[in-house]
């Protein structure tokens, strides 16, 4: 459905900006993250089931050679996120679960670097059991019995799953087809983790597994896990937070395809870019020329509590679908042949992490620069923007010194 003024306004003043508390506040939160860690309740949910084809490969997005300079197996965005987790597992003293969402085309490889970066950043747990070994500490030992069995064979805090298929369509509502007997399918969106996930929350619930702190694999300046808004959320007892960018003249281009943050009905939700028209995303504040009526971004980083993970799970198939047009290859069977076509197609359906917010009993946004945890990798560099080139600008920025610490802890001589 397309919004109108009518039914929807801008989000004011029902958010929390990171900016607006004290260090001594943030702080607070910091550590009330930090045990959330140590306690083992803490687990990180990596989105990854995209490519990376609109850069021209066709590898997942999360394993691409960023151009760090870090070297070939520790240059991509997971490599950076894995590092991040085990710097504060081990400042935690505790664990953290890593779950990844893959799909049908990004997971075997996805598998393989697992395996390599786990290594390189001490989440196999490998060298941890040997030492706890050495000197005697059992509690160690006992606790890396209790993590999934990753497939090495050794265990690990890693969970990986799979995201479901939608089949795509013609225009009049036909399927288009890859073979003579398959469909064309794509992944099913971001909601599709509540379906896939559903399987593992008894085993992350024995597991000890309150909250989970749920992200895009494809924003290099991603703070994984967030404890500031971690521990915000825990303190302020809340089931379902947001975390929005906070775009004013910065962001030169309305159509920039991230989700806007607003208020329908009197009610906080989210509207997919493609679903606000051109004149509503252009629009200035009239308070405030410079600044777009519409600039709350949402950023696809949320933190979810067990239990409202449950509800959503349980109430997946109420998610609306939404349709995209798109330029779909497909197989002709009336040639025999594959084609490639020069314009949109075909349909393709894809569910919305945003749309089960709803569920909510406290839903909160959470407000952060943009420029500090905001660094998407969407486009080809020939685009200028949300590219590699802009990636790796941001990260060697000062925006990037938080996790470029953590990073240097695993890029010591080996």
């Not at 696809?300 to 290859?329: G, M, Q, V, W």
């Not at 486009?379 to 802009?390: E, I, R, Y």
Request: with cysteine; aromatic share 10%; proline share 6%.
């Amino acid at each position: 459905m397309i919004a109108t003024l009518k039914n929807i306004a801008p989000i004011e003043q029902d958010y929390y900006d990171r900016q607006q508390f004290s260090a001594t506040e943030l702080n607070r939160f910091f550590d009330i993250g930090l045990e959330s860690i140590s306690q083992g309740k803490l687990a990180v949910i990596t989105l990854a089931g995209g490519q990376a084809s609109r850069l021209g490969s066709s590898l997942p997005k999360g394993i691409i050679n960023l151009g760090t300079g870090l070297g070939a197996e520790k240059d991509s965005l997971l490599f950076l996120q894995a590092c991040q987790i085990s710097y504060l597992q081990k400042k935690a003293k505790g664990r953290i679960i890593w779950l990844v969402m893959t799909s049908k085309t990004t997971d075997a490889k996805i598998r393989e670097h697992l395996d390599i970066i786990l290594k390189k950043t001490n989440l196999d747990w490998k060298n941890r059991v040997k030492v706890a070994r050495r000197y005697g500490k059992k509690a160690v030992i006992a606790n890396a019995q209790k993590l999934p069995k990753w497939q090495s064979g050794e265990r690990a805090p890693v969970m990986i799953f799979i995201q479901n298929e939608i089949p795509a369509h013609d225009f009049d509502g036909q399927p288009l087809l890859s073979a003579p007997d398959r469909p064309v399918t794509s992944p099913d969106g971001n909601g599709g983790i509540y379906q896939a996930i559903l399987p593992k929350l008894p085993e992350l619930e024995e597991m000890g597994i309150e909250y989970f702190h749920v992200y895009c694999v494809d924003n290099i300046l991603c703070r994984v896990p967030d404890l500031h808004m971690i521990g915000f959320a825990v303190d302020n007892k809340a089931d379902c937070v947001l975390k929005k960018q906070f775009k004013v003249i910065e962001k030169k281009d309305p159509s920039e395809k991230v989700g806007h943050v607003c208020v329908e009905d009197g009610k906080i939700k989210v509207l997919e870019y493609s679903e606000i028209p051109k004149e509503l995303a252009e629009k200035r504040d009239p308070k405030f020329p410079e600044k777009l009526f519409f600039r709350a971004g949402n950023i696809a980083n949320h933190f979810f509590t067990l239990d409202f993970l449950k509800k959503a799970c349980l109430e997946f198939d109420s998610l609306p679908y939404h349709e995209a047009r798109k330029r779909i290859p497909y197989w002709d069977p009336a040639t025999g042949r594959n084609v490639q076509p020069n314009s949109e197609n075909g349909i393709k359906k894809e569910r919305f992490i945003f749309d089960a917010f709803i569920h909510s009993k406290n839903f909160m946004v959470w407000q952060v620069p943009r420029e500090e945890e905001f660094s998407p990798l969407k486009n080809p560099d020939s685009a200028g923007v949300d590219c590699l080139s802009t990636c790796i600008r941001d990260f060697t920025s000062v925006n990037g010194n938080v996790i470029r610490e953590m990073v240097k802890e695993f890029c010591k001589k080996e």
